[in-house]
């Protein structure tokens, strides 16, 4: 079957340390991978997404890159900020024969003290 | 509009009543899907509208779920005699398209329906 596994939190973080948040999935076919973040009191929001190998995603200082041999498509950003704090899904999306639905993880809670 | 619209932003119900959510998607996205977030089970895809019909219902977890689609638009997940479980976070997400089997449009969220079932 398709699914996500995501690390644990919370992660809780100093302001300006770096952040990994690992994600690894299992799936059927090629997948697009996405990585979502809700802020407290908000909706999801797409923060950035990759659609083949080796891509790589970024956006707002968070970067993440498909790597389809380890299938994996972990979290980076060599700063964080307060603002940073928030839930961050992992989720894979297969094409139209598999529904196109979102798979997502767990959830991530991020936590970045002053 | 600019973005997926749900209304109501929260609903109290008390168990055994209907209840019906509305998502109003961007405009011109042809693709519509619900989703669930609960604390148990994190987000869980229920339904997916291509147009006005549903080619994937998987994810309803009963009957007593249904969802419509008109005018290739607005959408309406319905609950009868809701439970204390269906509580949860009702989320709608949209997108365009794209070519067959390829995965890779992206899919916006509305801010989602609190529900509690009383």
């Known amino acids: 079957g398709n699914s996500v596994t995501q690390m644990e939190g919370p992660v809780t973080l100093s302001e300006e340390a770096f952040l990994t948040i690992n994600c690894t999935y299992t799936a059927t076919g090629y997948p697009s991978l996405f990585w979502y973040v809700q802020y407290p009191g908000e909706g999801l929001q797409l923060l950035l997404k990759a659609t083949k190998a080796d891509d790589k995603g970024s956006n707002k200082g968070f970067e993440a890159t498909y790597r389809k041999e380890t299938t994996s498509f972990h979290l980076e950003k060599g700063s964080v900020q307060v603002s940073d704090s928030a839930v961050y899904f992992c989720a894979l999306k297969l094409g139209q024969e598999y529904g196109n639905k979102l798979v997502f993880g767990a959830g991530t809670i991020l936590r970045v003290k002053s | 509009g600019a973005g997926v619209s749900q209304s109501p932003s929260n609903k109290v119900t008390e168990k055994g009543k209907d209840v019906e959510l509305r998502c109003d998607p961007i405009s011109g996205h042809t693709a519509l899907y619900w989703y669930r977030q609960s604390l148990g089970q994190g987000l869980e895809f229920l339904i997916y509208?291509?147009?006005?019909?549903?080619?994937?219902k998987s994810g309803l977890p009963s009957d007593r779920f249904s969802a419509e689609r008109t005018g290739g638009s607005v959408s309406t997940l319905t609950i009868q005699r809701t439970q204390q479980e269906d509580s949860a976070v009702y989320l709608c997400?949209?997108?365009?398209?794209?070519?067959f089997g390829r995965g890779s449009e992206t899919q916006y969220f509305g801010p989602g329906t609190r529900l509690l079932v009383l």
């Open positions: 997400a949209s997108s365009l398209m794209g070519s």
């Open positions: 509208f291509q147009g006005n019909s549903a080619p994937d």
